[in-house]
């Protein structure tokens, strides 16, 4: 909870533009953390301008250009590899999916198919998957939520619902957490709680982990 308070309030200062001294001075956070902490918040050029500090102002200037670099060269790469990936042809997705499910889904059903995650994309991506590969009706996708009891229920059930294009009616009663999400870590979360997805499809079942069972196999 105090490192969670800590991370906003180093957030909201590098917001008003403080460099890493100046928030390191009023936290006592070290420089190495905030880098970690901080590192998607350069600060722009005219906040850099406002630094009291001469060696301050140099040194994000210099965090800036090489924030700069790393961002172009990244770019280079993923339109690169865009280019590489796409068009997915059904061979392709077929084995993209199966092996999000290796790592992913649930392999201790044997009446469906079910996989969990709070990355909003992986969820479209499974149910995209479902529906384009394995032929599933979008009528057997069931959606239970887990959620945290300081969160708005409603507004996260309007969010998944929309974003994966499932209707209300679709969803079980979400599983409402105790905790609240200040209490959660929050480095990497998309802050909508988990979606679970079910398929109740005992045909597909089989045809999914048999074939997990085969790259198994092949790779013991």
């Given at each position: 909870?105090?490192?969670?308070?800590?991370?906003?309030?180093?957030?909201?200062?590098?917001?008003?533009?403080?460099?890493?001294?100046?928030?390191?001075?009023?936290?006592?956070?070290?420089?190495?953390?905030?880098?970690?902490?901080?590192?998607?918040?350069?600060?722009?050029?005219?906040?850099?301008?406002?630094?009291?500090?001469?060696?301050?102002?140099?040194?994000?200037?210099?965090?800036?250009?090489m924030r700069e670099k790393k961002d172009t060269k990244f770019k280079i790469a993923y339109d690169k590899q865009k280019?590489?990936?796409?068009?997915?042809?059904?061979?392709?997705?077929?084995?993209?999916?199966?092996?999000?499910?290796?790592?992913?889904?649930?392999?201790?059903?044997?009446?469906?198919?079910?996989?969990?995650?709070?990355?909003?994309?992986?969820?479209?991506?499974?149910?995209?998957?479902?529906?384009?590969?394995?032929?599933?009706?979008?009528?057997?996708?069931?959606?239970?939520?887990?959620?945290?009891?300081?969160?708005?229920?409603?507004?996260?059930?309007?969010?998944?619902?929309?974003?994966?294009?499932?209707?209300?009616?679709?969803?079980?009663?979400?599983?409402?957490?105790?905790?609240?999400?200040?209490?959660?870590?929050?480095?990497?979360?998309?802050?909508?709680?988990?979606?679970?997805?079910?398929?109740?499809?005992?045909?597909?079942?089989?045809?999914?982990?048999?074939?997990?069972?085969?790259?198994?196999?092949?790779?013991?």
């Amino acid at each position: 909870m105090a490192r969670f308070i800590e991370h906003q309030k180093a957030l909201e200062l590098r917001k008003q533009g403080k460099s890493y001294s100046e928030i390191k001075k009023v936290l006592g956070i070290s420089k190495s953390t905030l880098s970690d902490w901080l590192h998607d918040y350069p600060l722009t050029y005219e906040q850099i301008d406002k630094l009291s500090y001469h060696n301050a102002t140099r040194i994000e200037r210099y965090r800036t250009t090489m924030r700069e670099k790393k961002d172009t060269k990244f770019k280079i790469a993923y339109d690169k590899q865009k280019k590489m990936i796409f068009p997915i042809n059904n061979h392709n997705l077929f084995i993209a999916g199966l092996f999000l499910y290796w790592g992913e889904g649930s392999k201790s059903k044997y009446d469906r198919i079910c996989l969990s995650n709070t990355n909003p994309a992986i969820i479209k991506f499974f149910i995209y998957w479902s529906t384009q590969s394995l032929r599933i009706s979008k009528e057997k996708v069931r959606i239970q939520l887990h959620l945290y009891s300081d969160m708005n229920i409603r507004k996260e059930l309007l969010y998944w619902s929309k974003l994966i294009n499932i209707p209300l009616k679709h969803f079980y009663k979400p599983y409402i957490k105790n905790s609240l999400t200040t209490n959660i870590n929050h480095k990497g979360c998309f802050g909508h709680g988990t979606c679970n997805v079910n398929i109740n499809d005992v045909n597909i079942d089989r045809i999914v982990l048999s074939s997990i069972k085969a790259v198994e196999d092949k790779y013991k």
